[in-house]
């Protein structure tokens, strides 16, 4: 936002200071303005409903348009309009818009004001009929087999299980544990068990699995609730399971991408399977009673294991990425910058291959498989896991499930989702 002084005022100013000695400052002149959506999540039935508007303190004219440009999450554009402004000095002005004829989808828009003094752009997006959106991509024949066989080779490994008490990092009433254990490939991975001090021997414990973004190292996480145990997750290459693999952040997800049965996700995913194997190792936690939690990277994860490992019951996967990974190429930049170089570097690979690999390892694919109660949430600005790829992942699950969505957020989630968590896994789990 960008204020100028005019020439008079500044004029006035100096003169003054010349005859009086006193420094006298002019008041900033400026633009201010305020796009209001006609819709709580921006998601609309037909007709996308807006009203900008502009308030100025200038004492001169603010003279020239308000424009809107619609696009596809892929840039393509889809509608325009503009309006001719002419806002009088200090005064205001509002300005309605509405943007038809969209078939069913997410779209992006920028609400752009170019006047006298002041030019900026405000972005937004908007869903319509989301309800409808699918995916133009099936999952592989195979794509059962090839998690059954992944799974079938987990199974072969000796889990040898292994748990430190760590009494230093004990508080808020919380015994606070490293766990070990070896997963797909003989890896050994890590991560930290919290569980509520208790008198009472024969408690059970609830269990939450959180799960980690991208390159996120977990450690103990203590939460409040005295019914919960906490086991977060350091899946291979992440955190504190960088024995084997430690990489660069953009190096990871290009890791073994060539052979489907290589890939660094296929071992993450397992890694994720595994710590189910401890939970149900452990007397004192609920074998019925277990939630897999993240977002982003560990909202990917979250899917993904609870579709593959049905012992999960209650899923909680917020801006999920690697959604519809066929289309998701052409809205986002990353992964597929890090992964374009990659397949630069080896000769005889090609980007097609890559994306029937990254077929195997697309959440909406596992989406379409589960069965356990599943929270979504969605950033409508996400620019790593965009509204499409979440709706299409969303609607395909089959089992019962509630969308949050967060009209003004990119990738992130804001505290209702949260709340609602805890509410529903509380109600799921009969936590009363």
């Given at each position: 936002?960008?204020?100028?002084?005019?020439?008079?005022?500044?004029?006035?100013?100096?003169?003054?200071?010349?005859?009086?000695?006193?420094?006298?400052?002019?008041?900033?002149?400026?633009?201010?303005?305020?796009?209001?959506?006609?819709?709580?999540?921006?998601?609309?039935?037909?007709?996308?409903?807006?009203?900008?508007?502009?308030?100025?303190?200038?004492?001169?004219?603010?003279?020239?348009?308000?424009?809107?440009?619609?696009?596809?999450?892929?840039?393509?554009?889809?509608?325009?309009?503009?309006?001719?402004?002419?806002?009088?000095?200090?005064?205001?002005?509002?300005?309605?818009?509405?943007?038809?004829?969209?078939?069913?989808?997410?779209?992006?828009?920028?609400?752009?004001?170019?006047?006298?003094?002041?030019?900026?752009?405000?972005?937004?997006?908007?869903?319509?009929?989301?309800?409808?959106?699918?995916?133009?991509?099936?999952?592989?024949?195979?794509?059962?087999?090839?998690?059954?066989?992944?799974?079938?080779?987990?199974?072969?490994?000796?889990?040898?299980?292994?748990?430190?008490?760590?009494?230093?990092?004990?508080?808020?009433?919380?015994?606070?544990?490293?766990?070990?254990?070896?997963?797909?490939?003989?890896?050994?991975?890590?991560?930290?068990?919290?569980?509520?001090?208790?008198?009472?021997?024969?408690?059970?414990?609830?269990?939450?699995?959180?799960?980690?973004?991208?390159?996120?190292?977990?450690?103990?996480?203590?939460?409040?609730?005295?019914?919960?145990?906490?086991?977060?997750?350091?899946?291979?290459?992440?955190?504190?399971?960088?024995?084997?693999?430690?990489?660069?952040k953009e190096t990871y997800i290009t890791l073994?991408?060539?052979?489907?049965?290589?890939?660094v996700l296929r071992g993450a995913i397992m890694?994720?399977?595994?710590?189910?194997?401890?939970?149900?190792?452990?007397?004192?936690?609920?074998?019925?009673?277990?939630?897999?939690?993240?977002?982003?990277?560990?909202?990917?994860?979250?899917?993904?294991?609870?579709?593959?490992?049905?012992?999960?019951?209650?899923?909680?996967?917020?801006?999920?990425?690697?959604s519809d990974v066929r289309d998701l190429q052409?809205?986002?930049?990353?992964?597929?910058?890090?992964?374009?170089?990659?397949?630069?570097?080896?000769?005889?690979?090609?980007?097609?291959?890559?994306?029937?690999?990254?077929?195997?390892?697309?959440?909406?694919?596992?989406?379409?498989?589960?069965?356990?109660?599943?929270?979504?949430?969605?950033?409508?600005?996400?620019?790593?896991?965009?509204?499409?790829?979440?709706?299409?992942?969303?609607?395909?699950?089959?089992?019962?499930?509630?969308?949050?969505?967060?009209?003004?957020?990119?990738?992130?989630?804001?505290?209702?989702?949260?709340?609602?968590?805890?509410?529903?896994?509380?109600?799921?789990?009969?936590?009363?």
């Amino acid at each position: 936002m960008m204020a100028k002084f005019t020439n008079k005022i500044l004029v006035m100013a100096i003169a003054l200071v010349m005859l009086t000695g006193v420094h006298v400052f002019a008041q900033e002149e400026t633009v201010t303005t305020e796009l209001t959506t006609h819709s709580s999540d921006a998601i609309f039935s037909s007709t996308a409903s807006y009203t900008f508007s502009v308030q100025s303190t200038y004492n001169t004219p603010q003279v020239g348009s308000v424009k809107y440009v619609v696009t596809t999450e892929a840039g393509k554009k889809m509608k325009s309009d503009s309006v001719h402004v002419n806002i009088g000095p200090r005064s205001s002005a509002s300005y309605s818009f509405d943007i038809s004829g969209l078939q069913s989808g997410f779209y992006k828009v920028n609400f752009m004001i170019n006047v006298s003094d002041y030019d900026d752009t405000t972005r937004r997006a908007f869903g319509i009929r989301p309800h409808e959106v699918r995916s133009q991509h099936a999952k592989p024949s195979d794509f059962e087999k090839f998690w059954n066989n992944t799974k079938a080779e987990l199974a072969k490994v000796d889990p040898e299980f292994t748990v430190t008490e760590m009494p230093d990092s004990s508080k808020d009433n919380r015994n606070v544990y490293l766990v070990e254990m070896k997963s797909l490939g003989g890896m050994t991975i890590r991560g930290w068990l919290t569980e509520p001090k208790t008198t009472n021997k024969k408690k059970k414990f609830a269990v939450m699995l959180a799960l980690p973004g991208y390159q996120v190292n977990l450690m103990p996480l203590y939460g409040v609730d005295p019914d919960i145990a906490i086991l977060s997750l350091n899946i291979r290459g992440q955190g504190n399971s960088r024995d084997v693999i430690n990489v660069r952040k953009e190096t990871y997800i290009t890791l073994g991408i060539e052979d489907k049965n290589k890939y660094v996700l296929r071992g993450a995913i397992m890694d994720c399977v595994r710590a189910v194997d401890f939970i149900y190792t452990r007397p004192e936690l609920r074998h019925d009673n277990i939630i897999a939690v993240g977002g982003s990277l560990g909202g990917f994860l979250a899917i993904a294991t609870s579709s593959v490992d049905k012992r999960i019951n209650f899923c909680s996967a917020a801006n999920p990425i690697l959604s519809d990974v066929r289309d998701l190429q052409y809205e986002v930049d990353w992964p597929f910058i890090d992964i374009k170089k990659y397949v630069n570097t080896r000769p005889g690979l090609t980007y097609e291959h890559v994306l029937n690999n990254l077929d195997y390892f697309d959440s909406k694919n596992f989406a379409s498989t589960l069965q356990c109660r599943t929270l979504v949430g969605m950033g409508m600005l996400d620019n790593i896991a965009p509204p499409n790829t979440v709706q299409i992942l969303y609607n395909g699950i089959p089992a019962d499930k509630h969308l949050i969505i967060f009209r003004d957020l990119a990738h992130e989630i804001g505290k209702k989702y949260v709340v609602y968590e805890g509410r529903w896994m509380r109600d799921t789990f009969a936590l009363f």
